[in-house]
């Protein structure tokens, strides 16, 4: 079996409800390709909001939170749970995002520690690694989403409901995407680490997404590299395109 090729949407910090309106329509008239899994990620204050929006056309829209806590519940003022998420309806959650990472100083055993309980509570994780800049051009990719993807390992037992979203940090929200060759790569490369590290099993179920400047111009380039199996997609999931980013195989 191949593996089902998903598109993210990360609303970030972006929307109020007439916007959400706006979205929604636009994902009902889609149409979406049927074989795609779509997961929209809204900010929390809206999932109820979305959840209770989203219309029966949309049989493959989920609905993700953009972060959570890594306990179920207690005085952690702010945070939200993988339970408050589960509890209205929502069944993913983006975690380890780079705004997460580099705004909120964010460590990989914090993140680690906040997918390990969300797959305990049942959640669908996007886990998302990558580079900075600087990383990249000190020849240093490999070292980083390795040492990412080591602490998320120590946490993951089981990982049906993961899903990777190697993400360049130079490449969000700046307009510079990676090139296929150079999303290729190191989707290459995560996959035999997941062979060597975890098991051949995972590393050929895994779907490993690619975010970074994804626009519905660049987006069926980059899916035609055998190991990117899907997007995450930041600013162009607000615009109507993001139709044509879902479609990208089509
Ligand atoms: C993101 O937020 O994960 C992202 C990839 O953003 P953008 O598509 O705007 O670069």
Redesign the pocket.
Known sequence: MGRKFIVGG?W?MNGNKKGIDEILAFLAEGPLDPDVEVVIGCPSIYLDYVHSKLSPNCKNVAISAQNCYKVAKGAFTGEISPAMIKDIGAKWVILG???RRNVFNESDELIAEKIGHSLEEGLHVIA?IGELLEEREAGKTTDVVFRQMKAIAAKVKDWDKVVI?Y?PVW????GKTASPAQAQEVHAQLRSWLTDNVSKAVSDNMRIMY????TAANCKELAKEKDIDGF??????LKKEFVDIVNANK
Request: aromatic share 0%; proline share 0%; charged share 15%.
């Open positions: 990360n970030k995002h780079s705004e998302c979203a993400e490449a969000i929200g700046t975010g970074g400047s994804v995450l997609v930041g600013g162009a999931s």
